[in-house]
């Protein structure tokens, strides 16, 4: 079992940034990839970025250049950078883990947190 616990969202201005952790505790060592998605108002929830333990990122492209995601496997932190904000960012973001147990795989989802960019 795994918890996520998310901070760091918030209302910024255009061109801000806004930094956000993902603190995981219970069966962290079966985490295999975590990442962080995004719901914008409307819109289906969209893959933004994830970080495999293999330490490999992948990035949708609208995010490519803007944000970055890392971890910190002492603290079982992962974090989203995110810069040079766009309005087109404002979402509900929320982090993923995802974790297996033999051939079982299970997935783990933050409570949300809210990211408004404004003009």
């Known amino acids: 079992q795994v918890q996520l616990v998310e901070s760091g969202g918030g209302l910024v201005q255009a061109g801000g940034s806004l930094r956000l952790s993902c603190a995981a505790s219970?069966?962290?060592?079966?985490?295999?990839?975590s990442g962080w998605y995004r719901q914008a108002p409307g819109k289906q929830r969209e893959l933004v970025a994830i970080?495999?333990?293999?330490?490999?990122?992948d990035y949708a492209d609208s995010v490519k250049g803007r944000f970055t995601i890392s971890r910190d496997n002492v603290k079982n932190t992962v974090y989203l950078q995110m810069n040079s904000l766009k309005p087109e960012d404002t979402a509900v973001y929320y982090c993923?883990?995802?974790?297996?147990?033999?051939?079982?795989?299970?997935?783990?989802w933050g409570q949300g947190t809210q990211v408004i960019v404004s003009s």
């Open positions: 219970g069966n962290t060592f079966s985490i295999s990839a």
């Open positions: 970080i495999p333990t293999d330490g490999s990122t």
């Open positions: 993923y883990a995802g974790s297996s147990r033999g051939p079982v795989f299970s997935s783990h």
